[in-house]
């Protein structure tokens, strides 16, 4: 397979900035691991020693707190 090289002298003449790049690349990161929480707490499930009724409650009660951050991020 043959590589093409890159013409970067365009890269810089488009709208974007690098300061909006650096924001846009932040907030990614944010979303990625408000998201990556959410799938660890579905991974890790409910906590053994907690009674059935206590466990799903607390268990749907972080699992709503995750994904709340994930809306927070996205906004």
């Known amino acids: 397979m043959q590589l093409t090289p890159v013409d970067t002298s365009s890269v810089m003449t488009s709208d974007l900035s ?5 924001k846009a690349m932040k907030a990614v990161r ?5 998201v990556s ?12 020693t907690e ?5 799903d409650k607390s268990f749907l009660s972080e699992l709503r707190e995750c994904l709340s951050k994930v809306n927070t991020d996205i906004e």
């Open 18 to 22: 690098v300061d909006q790049l650096q």
């Open 51 to 55: 009674s059935s009724g206590d466990k």
């Open 37 to 48: 929480l959410v799938f660890d707490k579905l991974n890790s499930g409910m906590k053994e």
């Open 30 to 34: 944010e979303l990625r691991a408000s």
